[in-house]
């Protein structure tokens, strides 16, 4: 299945990355490559079986409500990129 | 030194027939000379490895040595080690030096084994040849200008150059299996939720696995013994007993039923490695096993079932990696999105970019169910297929890689050439089911190698079979040249 270039446009908004207007006919290549692979699974018959988004079946573990962590602000910090007092900065985001 | 075992260097240390520090120091020196011809270590941690193994020393002294005190050993750089940088092979963590151990590296903390540093690996674990790698591709030993597989391709080559006795690895469609069986060692995937995944960045949450590669199926029981574990921080952790996986090595094999599914020996596999798979086959026919064609009618439906699966579950895992709390951000972004675009554009390479589309892709409205829903939908298909295997036959078996290791570029510029080498591998992913490959032969100089699959949990019976094969075979013994 080929993938039109507005698409990849919107995928990559979606996927927070930049295409550059280069290779979109690149990547629009590879990536119709790799759906015309996985269109193969609409041959299979699939009727008789659920969806499962794990291997086997597993239940949630729950636990008692209480705190168990330690507040490791500054261990965190440490590796941030740009921090100030308490909190990570980032671009300004709101006029 | 490198030449032992790592149950023999176990047992020398006990013995004091050499010191952690003498063992240490060889391995360290090994890397150091050895090393720029793999480019399978990316980090070594030589002060942290020195202190270690002297504190291993003492201990070993003292008469208190846990399972693997004063063993070396190496960590593929997909788990977080305290105060040590972990990049997942990428751009986006070459700079992120976590604060806290992933638990397999507490484990092996606890059972004495010291760090030697971190292997490298396709980026973010999606690859089948450590092409991917942000400092750049591994060299297979045994042919360098021929991949070592991948992911965990570091941790597999370091391995086989006898860098290292044994390297910890993960697996999601293959990754410790086919790097194992391209070169050469045995490397075990165990079944899903055996293993904490607390500390291991994620790639997709319900098909990652960590497991041992080592140069024999008893150096990875030893292994499996300090890596398995109930984790209350991994909510996929089983909390059911871990067994002694050396206890039941040399159990006769006689009258187990071996399954050999008639899909994996079909168009595609290489003549010479058919061949060295069904010697190795006839081997355990001749200790007593019984082998029996099944057949695993889904089994063409698995690597289109994959690249759905995994690429939208990579797309969730990866969306962290914004540039704001830990890891690369680009220069000077003019606001925020720009930021995120931007930081995960040049933070991420080509592959990892093109998976993450995918998943998002087959994530996005319009196309859910017709993608991810039926890609579920054909995921418990393959469930069922070893399920009903599995009540006929006690060990399914057959090659791991449909060929040699391959050289380097081979693939060319389809992603879905390389994506069909892992064509053996996969189901037992997606099923969730217990899988290891060791060395049964050689082609054109290269390794073949032997997957067994086993029943869920059955890790003790697939390292049962394995080390009997090593006991009459001597293919995991061989070396490349060029190692000494």
Redesign the interface.
């Known amino acids: 299945m080929a993938?039109k270039q507005t698409?990849?446009e919107k995928?990559?908004t979606?996927?927070?990355?930049?295409?550059d207007e280069k290779t979109i006919a690149d990547?629009s290549e590879?990536?119709s490559?790799?759906?015309?692979?996985?269109?193969?699974?609409?041959g299979?018959d699939?009727s008789s079986?659920?969806?499962?988004?794990?291997?086997?079946h597993?239940s949630?573990?729950l636990?008692d409500d209480v705190v168990t962590e330690s507040n490791?602000r500054d261990?965190?910090q440490?590796?941030?990129?740009?921090t100030h007092s308490d909190l990570?900065t980032?671009?300004?985001?709101i006029d | 030194m490198h030449n032992h075992t790592l149950a023999e260097l176990v047992n020398g240390l006990r013995n004091k027939t050499f010191t952690s520090v003498e063992l240490t120091t060889h391995f360290l020196t090994r890397i150091e000379q050895l090393n720029p011809n793999y480019n399978a270590v990316i980090t070594v941690t030589r002060d942290q490895a020195l202190d270690a193994a002297s504190k291993a020393d003492q201990r070993i002294a003292a008469g208190d040595s846990p399972a693997l005190c004063g063993v070396p050993i190496l960590h593929k750089d997909i788990f977080c080690t305290h105060g040590v940088r972990t990049s997942c092979g990428s751009k986006m963590l070459d700079?992120?030096?976590p604060?806290y151990n992933a638990t397999v590296v507490e484990n092996f903390h606890r059972d004495g084994a010291v760090m030697l540093g971190k292997t490298n690996m396709d980026e973010f674990a999606m690859g089948s040849s450590n092409e991917t790698s942000f400092y750049g591709p591994v060299n297979n030993p045994w042919a360098l200008d021929s991949v070592p597989g991948g992911s965990s391709g570091g941790s597999a080559a370091a391995v086989a150059a006898r860098l290292a006795p044994a390297a910890t690895a993960t697996d999601t469609g293959g990754s410790i299996r086919q790097p194992a069986a391209l070169c050469g060692i045995s490397g075990l995937k165990p079944t899903?939720?055996r293993v904490s995944r607390w500390g291991m960045i994620a790639f997709a949450s319900?098909?990652d696995q960590a497991g041992p590669m080592a140069r024999t199926a008893e150096d990875c029981a030893i292994l499996l013994n300090s890596m398995a574990s109930f984790d209350?921080k991994d909510?996929?952790s089983?909390?059911s007993v871990v067994p002694d996986y050396c206890a039941s090595l040399n159990n006769p094999l006689k009258g187990k039923k071996i399954g050999i599914p008639r899909e994996y020996f079909s168009e595609g596999l290489h003549a010479g490695t058919e061949r060295a798979v069904q010697k190795a086959l006839a081997e355990f026919e001749a200790q007593g096993a019984k082998l029996v064609e099944i057949s695993l009618p889904?089994s063409?439906?698995s690597?289109?079932?994959y690249?759905?699966i995994a690429p939208a579950e990579a797309?969730a895992n990866l969306?962290r990696f914004?540039?704001?709390?830990?890891?690369y951000?680009c220069d000077n972004?003019?606001?925020?999105?720009?930021?995120?675009?931007?930081t995960?554009?040049e933070g991420?390479g080509e592959e990892v970019?093109?998976r993450?589309?995918?998943g998002?892709?087959?994530l996005?409205a319009g196309y859910y169910d017709?993608?991810y829903?039926?890609?579920?939908?054909?995921?418990?298909?393959i469930?069922?297929d070893f399920v009903e295997a599995f009540k006929s036959v006690d060990l399914i078996m057959g090659p791991t890689c449909p060929s040699p290791a391959f050289k380097f570029g081979s693939k060319g510029?389809?992603?879905?050439a390389m994506?069909l080498e892992d064509i053996y591998t996969i189901a037992t992913?997606?099923?969730?089911?217990p899988g290891m490959s060791i060395p049964c032969g050689m082609v054109d100089s290269k390794p073949v190698g032997l997957q067994i699959i086993g029943n869920?949990f059955d890790e003790s019976l697939v390292l049962n079979a394995a080390h009997q094969f090593q006991q009459i075979t001597d293919w995991h013994t061989q070396a490349p040249e060029g190692i000494e």
């Not at chain 2, 914004?322 to 890891?327: I, T």
């Not at chain 2, 510029?413 to 879905?416: E, I, L």
Request: positive net charge.
């Open positions: 993938i698409e990849i995928l990559a979606l996927s927070r990355l930049q295409i990547v590879r990536l490559s790799v759906l015309s692979l996985v269109d193969q699974l609409q299979a699939t079986v659920k969806q499962i988004s794990r291997p086997y597993q949630q573990r636990r490791q261990a965190f440490e590796i941030a990129p740009d990570f980032v671009p300004k985001m | 700079n992120f030096v604060p899903y939720g319900s098909l209350d909510s996929t089983v909390d889904s063409a439906l690597v289109p079932a690249y759905v797309s969306s914004d540039g704001v709390k830990y890891g951000r972004p003019k606001d925020l999105q720009d930021m995120y675009c931007r995960r554009s991420f970019q093109r993450i589309m995918i998002t892709y087959c996005s017709a993608y829903g039926k890609a579920q939908q054909v995921r418990q298909l469930q069922q510029d389809d992603p879905v994506y992913n997606l099923a969730g089911l869920y």
